[in-house]
């Protein structure tokens, strides 16, 4: 009995510690909202790296880049950042959605390397990459917000973009001003750390660990302009494939649980490096 009245109480506190997390955190980005509202400058205007490492993803890279393109103020600088394996069997898929004159407007950088996992492949687009912004996304994904790329200008015009930050968009969860699946990042940050997201894991963590820098430092601030569907293959069958298969074999979403639950003195010493 007093173990079960003690697993109780222990459940009763964590849900009370977790209402506190909501509303500290609803409440302080509001606040900051309204803070950078007040002194925000002109509006600056910035190319853009969209980073996206790719396999055998060719007609899902058509959808995504479709919903880009269609909802772009300014396709002109946006650099599209694409990163096969040696061995892609659909590389002239790729090439072909490419040549479509929709896109004629977009600039395509191909590279092509074997990289071990997620991480490691955004980070290295992310040390190529000549642009102020980086903006890691998958296959899966499709732009919802017109305008995307101008409201991504106003968030940046807001801060000091020599400095590490992050701005969080809008991906549907239950609290987002919690967690954000797809989070943009300026070079400074990658440039502190050597990483836009740590390179430790199977494959999984990649937005955990940067949202979880950003809150750790309060190097971040939310945008519901910049809104991001996903079509997650966890939830609609139809989107399971032969990529989402070989991600998730190997049982290494337990495995990468474990890296991270042993990974939070990296994060908390990784954190104190964003802050000036």
Same mark, same amino acid.
């Given at each position: 009995?007093?173990? $079960?009245?003690? $697993?109780?109480?222990?459940?009763i506190n964590k849900d009370i510690l977790k209402g506190?997390?909501?509303?500290?955190?609803?409440?302080?980005l509001k606040f900051k909202k309204i803070f950078l509202n007040l002194k925000s400058e002109k509006i600056k205007k910035h190319n853009i790296s969209i980073l996206y490492p790719t396999r055998e993803r060719s007609i899902k890279f058509n959808r995504m880049l479709n919903s880009l393109i269609v909802n772009c103020n300014d396709p002109s600088r946006i650099n599209i950042m694409l990163l096969f394996d040696t061995d892609e069997p659909e590389i002239e898929k790729y090439k072909d959605v490419i040549?479509?004159?929709?896109?004629?407007?977009? $600039?395509?950088q191909i590279y092509i390397k074997d990289l071990k996992n997620h991480a490691i492949r955004n980070n290295y687009l992310a040390n190529?990459?000549?642009d102020l912004i980086l903006f +890691?996304? $998958?296959?899966d994904i499709i732009f919802k917000s017109k305008d995307w790329d101008k409201y991504i200008d106003k968030e940046f015009s807001k801060i000091d973009i020599s400095k590490p930050y992050c701005i969080w968009t809008d991906t549907g969860q239950?609290? +987002?001003?919690?967690?954000s699946d797809f989070p943009i990042l300026n070079k400074a940050w990658y440039e502190r750390l050597g990483y836009l997201?740590?390179?430790?894991?199977n494959h999984w963590y990649f937005d955990t660990w940067i949202c979880d820098l950003s809150v750790r430092s309060k190097k971040f601030h939310l945008s519901p302009d910049i809104k991001i569907y996903q079509y997650s293959a966890h939830s609609i069958k139809e989107e399971v494939?032969?990529?989402h298969l070989r991600i998730t074999k190997n049982d290494n979403v337990s495995k990468d649980k474990i890296i991270w639950d042993e990974s939070l003195p990296i994060r908390v010493n990784d954190s104190t490096k964003l802050i000036n």
């Open positions: 009995m007093a173990k $079960n009245n003690r $697993n109780l109480f222990q459940s506190f997390k909501r509303i500290y955190w609803f409440n302080y040549s479509d004159k929709l896109y004629k407007n977009l $600039n395509f190529i990459s000549n +890691p996304v $998958n296959d239950k609290y +987002p001003y919690l967690h997201s740590s390179e430790i894991f494939d032969a990529t």
